[in-house]
């Protein structure tokens, strides 16, 4: 079991659906991410929250709107998707750079098919 | 974007040999991580390196960076079947104290161990 939980697990939506992405996660982490990642490829990064400010957008289209609600939550809200979107999509949250470097936690994401 | 390449891109070996994994990079960066996937999971932290760090161990793990040729090294030694999954470097690039990490994420080794 991992300590982020994204939900949920499996997602199919049509390209005119609205739809959320949900992540959340108890380790007082103050960094949230959002990756994507296609098959056989290397996760990508799409947007960071920092203290629940978003930190970092990756030019990622407007379809995919982030929001961190507080420090343990983090959605990804879908809307007008494309079938290239088509993705697993992670989660993962860290520490917040001090004075130690920190590794990140993953989420088991999301797997989305647009239709 | 992707930063790093890594080779090969397969590898099969047998249970109880070594499997070493590589990894190169094209920036400054303040640490190089590496991580774990099971197919249909998320990313697992194996081990961060810090940049002035030159080998480090983690059980029969074994990571080498080299600033100067801006690579890296993963060795597992004495392979099992658990071991087959996705692996993949990660640097995290120079910052100021207090941001989140940004990793960006090499091409990926396919490790299969068989029995």
């Known amino acids: 079991d991992t300590e982020v939980t994204q939900t949920p697990k499996h997602l199919v939506m049509g390209m005119t659906n609205k739809k959320s992405l949900k992540c959340e996660q108890h380790m007082g982490h103050r960094a949230m991410y959002w990756y994507k990642q296609k098959a056989k490829k290397p996760p990508e990064l799409m947007f960071v929250?920092?203290?629940?400010?978003?930190?970092i957008n990756e030019s990622v289209p407007s379809r995919f709107s982030p929001e961190c609600p507080n420090s343990s939550l983090l959605n990804l809200h879908l809307h007008a998707l494309q079938p290239e979107d088509s993705a697993l999509y992670l989660c993962?949250?860290?520490?917040?750079?001090?004075?130690?470097?920190?590794?990140?936690?993953f989420g088991d994401g999301t797997r989305l098919s647009i239709l | 974007s992707q930063q790093g390449e890594e080779d090969p891109q397969a590898l099969s070996i047998q249970e109880g040999e070594n499997a070493t994994m590589n990894c190169s990079y094209k920036t400054s960066i303040n640490n190089l991580q590496w991580y774990r996937q099971n197919s249909g999971r998320g990313l697992v932290h194996l081990i961060l390196?810090?940049?002035?760090?030159r080998e480090k161990h983690s059980g029969r793990l074994r990571v080498t960076l080299d600033t100067s040729k801006k690579s890296s090294s993963l060795l597992i030694t004495a392979s099992r079947a658990a071991d087959t999954a996705s692996y993949f470097c990660?640097?995290?690039?120079?910052?100021?104290?207090?941001?989140?990490?940004?990793?960006?994420f090499g091409t990926g080794t396919r490790l299969q161990v068989t029995l």
């Open positions: 390196i810090r940049s002035n760090e």
């Open positions: 990660a640097t995290d690039a120079a910052r100021e104290t207090g941001t989140a990490s940004k990793l960006t």
């Open positions: 993962a949250s860290s520490q917040v750079w001090g004075n130690s470097n920190q590794p990140q936690h």
């Open positions: 929250y920092s203290y629940e400010k978003l930190s």
